[in-house]
């Protein structure tokens, strides 16, 4: 089967794009079109441009060959009646925001950049919301089915296609020249596919499409709980700077009273060193007194004269009373030292 116009590679791109489509149409006014569609789709705005472009002709067949998925299938939607290869397969999935961001941030920031993904992410449903609205119209299906089917990220096969009602008829001709030509891009598709689905994985796990709210929401408590633990380590130091103060107007006040403690026991020192010396003076004396005692004994006692004014009662002073008076003298001697 020969087709009007031929759609081929990534949505927006040089095969497959609006002004292509525009073009073509309006060399056709009012004319029935058969379009080939066989992409694994691309950019949203293009599918929604040439959907529209297709609607407005009125008279569109969209063929699909091999696998269609996302854009492409979204660019289906304006065809008047949409025709699917026995053999092919049909992807829906919710819109997806090509994100990459290797960065350091700090709390305020990470705030800042929550606020960011979560307005993409109200962005995106929008979109979802939209793209779901125009597979309901097409089906019959709820939006809320469709939402949940684009969840999914399941391949339906032509079978299953038609049942949800995306495509109108199978298309079970046995046509080999179309199967030849089909052949001959089997390694491009495949190749294709293996890049597109990496793609598109890629693409998930950076945007995080399906929990994209609660990974954020998550980023927002550790960023909180991040701040949190800043200032109560702010405090903890804060704390351990008081202390440290403390503790070195305790040990400054301990130096002092023990270099007073050494200059007292310096003085105590020196005072018993005094005392010892003076001690031993008074003995040395009074070794000294006792041995002018033992001589006294062996002299003879005279009376002395009497002077005149003297009591003729005063007793004269015996040898006992004169060792007495002597050592009375050297007490006295030791007091004054």
Known sequence: ???????????????????????FLQQKPGEP??????SFGGLLNEGLSIANA??????????????????????SMGAQRVIMDKNGLY????CVLEYCDWNILTADELREKAAELLKGADEQEKMDVIVAGMYAEKTGKTI?????????????????AMEWGFVDEVDDAD????????????NKKTITMK?????????????????LKAQIATLRAEAEEVEKENDDLKKEVDDLKSENEDLNTTIAELKT????????????????????TQLKEQDELIEELKGEAGDDDKQVVTTPEKKEGEDEDEEDENPMQAVARVFARAKELARIK
């Open 144 to 160: 809320e089915e469709l939402l949940t089917l684009m969840t999914e990220d399941t391949w339906l096969d032509a079978k299953e």
């Open 257 to 276: 009273a023990l270099e007073t403690a050494q200059a007292q026991l310096k003085t105590a020192t020196d005072k018993v060193v005094e005392m010892e």
């Open 54 to 75: 297709f609607a407005n002709h009125g008279k569109v067949t969209v063929y699909m060959r091999g696998m269609n998925a996302s854009a492409a299938t979204i660019a």
């Open 175 to 186: 046509d080999a020249e179309e199967k030849e030509e089909d052949n001959q891009l089997t």
């Open 1 to 23: 089967m020969k087709y009007d116009l031929i759609l081929r590679g990534d949505v927006g791109c040089a095969d497959f794009n609006s002004k292509t489509v525009d073009d």
């Open 91 to 94: 992807l829906v999935h919710k």
């Open 195 to 211: 890049a597109n689905e990496l793609y598109s994985r890629f693409a998930s796990a950076l945007t995080g499409d399906k929990n």
């Open 33 to 38: 079109v058969t379009v080939l569609i066989d």
